[in-house]
Nanobody, 122 residues
Framework: QVQLVESGGGVVQSGGSLRLSCAASGFILADYAVGWFRQAPGKEREAVSCITSSGGRTNYLDSVKGRFTASRDNAKNTVYLQLSSLKPEDTAIYYC???????????????WGQGTQVTVSS
């Protein structure tokens, strides 16, 4: 069964950090680019980050540049998103996605996780 499972979300104070993990099963994650999207209540879903299959290139939403870092361990079939200097506006459900190309278009990703909640209190 093909699955992406996120973990690592939680409640943190403003300025705090979290590390999200995205573990794949049923397919080889190393063959895919991986993106992170988020959706806050009442807001549009937005792309936060993406990383190439090799991990050699990353891209970030402007508002998270310098605060979020995507990485991957292909030997563990897992991708990570380190969230630092968190702000209340980062509060959202975070989803990891896998697809052929490293893009910010959700339609380019074939596999989606169920999401993990990140809540940042002020």
């Amino acid at each position: 069964q093909v699955q992406l499972v996120e973990s690592g979300g939680g409640v943190v104070q403003s300025g705090g950090s979290l590390r999200l993990s995205c573990a794949a099963s049923g397919f080889i994650l190393a063959d895919y680019a991986v993106g992170w999207f988020r959706q806050a209540p009442g807001k549009e879903r937005e792309a936060v980050s993406c990383i190439t299959s090799s991990g050699g290139r990353t891209n970030y939403l402007d508002s998270v540049k310098g605060r979020f870092t995507a990485s991957r361990d292909n030997a563990k079939n897992t991708v990570y998103l380190q969230l630092s200097s968190l702000k209340p506006e980062d509060t959202a459900i975070y989803y990891c996605v896998a697809g052929t190309y490293m893009r910010f278009n959700p339609g380019d990703y074939a596999y989606w996780g169920q999401g993990t909640q990140v809540t940042v209190s002020s």
